[in-house]
């Protein structure tokens, strides 16, 4: 899955109706329902506040309003985009002032897809990957090259410590495990052990 980069907002006008999407990171539905509130109080003024957003690791919980606009014409293609690009832990309100022209369903549809897509675009996405954290002991003789190489290496260092020997955490993807394995056994002489202590999710350009 994917989420958004940042917060922010993004502002298209179509045949004299003004559409204000703003995105929001969100962990949970009361985070969502906050940001939700927080902008119908700021535009308790505008016409209508559709909204759409999708929650869960694996997009799982996903909810839409099109808060009067007619069925169907606001929420759901507002979510189709958040589920179209991928994106979770995301919330979307788009904020309508009437022009004096109806767009008609169709046109609804189109207007209320295109403001969240043009918002997404404006604030950039970053994937979620899942990966393996991974600790390295070796003792203090090898630790400072082990270090400098790991670091020069794809994977990413996340912590050193010195304890009663150096240890190293260490993230990378589980397909890179064995390779990860040889190249240790490598630079140190077979003298190096890990330990996979779980998993992590970071997020990377996609």
């Known amino acids: ?77 507002m979510l189709e985009v958040l589920r179209h690009r991928r994106l979770t832990d995301t919330v979307a309100v788009v904020t309508r002032y009437f022009g004096g022209v109806k767009l008609g369903a169709g046109g609804l549809i189109r207007a209320y897809g295109s403001a969240v897509s043009a918002a997404v675009d404006e604030v950039g996405v970053l994937e979620r990957r899942e990966l393996l954290v991974v600790d390295v002991f070796a003792d203090y003789v090898l630790g400072g090259r082990l270090e400098s190489d790991l670091r020069g290496s794809d994977v990413t260092v996340r912590e050193v410590a010195y304890e009663d020997r150096v240890r190293i955490e260490v993230a990378l993807a589980e397909a890179d495990l064995p390779d990860f394995e040889i190249r240790l056994a490598e630079i140190t002489g077979g003298r190096a052990e890990h330990q996979v202590r779980g998993t992590t999710v970071v997020e990377v350009e996609p």
């Open 1 to 77: 899955m994917r989420t958004i980069r940042r917060g922010g907002e993004h502002e298209l006008e179509i045949r004299r109706s003004r559409f204000i999407c703003a995105l929001a990171r969100v962990d949970d539905e009361e985070a969502a329902r906050a940001f939700i509130a927080e902008r119908r109080k700021e535009h308790w003024n505008a016409n209508h506040n559709c909204t759409a957003y999708v929650l869960g690791d694996d997009g799982g919980v996903q909810r839409s309003s099109d808060d009067g606009e007619p069925g169907g014409t606001a929420g759901v293609p």
